[in-house]
Nanobody, 122 residues
Framework: QVQLVESGGGSVQAGGSLRLSCAASGHTFSGTCMGWLRQAPGTEREGVVRVDTSGSTLYANSVKGRFTISQDKAKNILYLQMNSLKSEDTAMYYC????????????????RGQGTQVTVSS
């Protein structure tokens, strides 16, 4: 059973930074795609970034150049470094995983954590 537990969310002012973490159990990074998605109240889920089995990354245009995804494979932890935060980044952020992700959008990945709230005030 795959379990994903996010942490690191909080409240920051615009321009600030946060680092989200996702601890994975019942799963290893090998052979899987991982990523982050977010959802603000009243909006659709939005794929933020994905890293596929080859290590290639794909960022949403809205976060490109500001967010960075990384992995600590030894500890089975996925990170999302978020810099230059904007009020529009305010959302619940979810860690997601899938083992069959070719052609699949991040928002459709099969496993998702409980989320961590990020609030950016302007």
């Amino acid at each position: 059973q795959v379990q994903l537990v996010e942490s690191g969310g909080g409240s920051v002012q615009a321009g600030g930074s946060l680092r989200l973490s996702c601890a994975a159990s019942g799963h290893t990074f090998s052979g899987t795609c991982m990523g982050w998605l977010r959802q603000a109240p009243g909006t659709e889920r939005e794929g933020v970034v994905r890293v596929d089995t080859s290590g290639s990354t794909l960022y949403a245009n809205s976060v490109k150049g500001r967010f960075t995804i990384s992995q600590d494979k030894a500890k089975n932890i996925l990170y999302l470094q978020m810099n230059s935060l904007k009020s529009e980044d305010t959302a619940m952020y979810y860690c997601v995983v899938d083992t069959a992700c070719y052609g699949k959008a991040v928002v459709d990945f099969g496993y998702r954590g409980q989320g961590t709230q990020v609030t950016v005030s302007s």
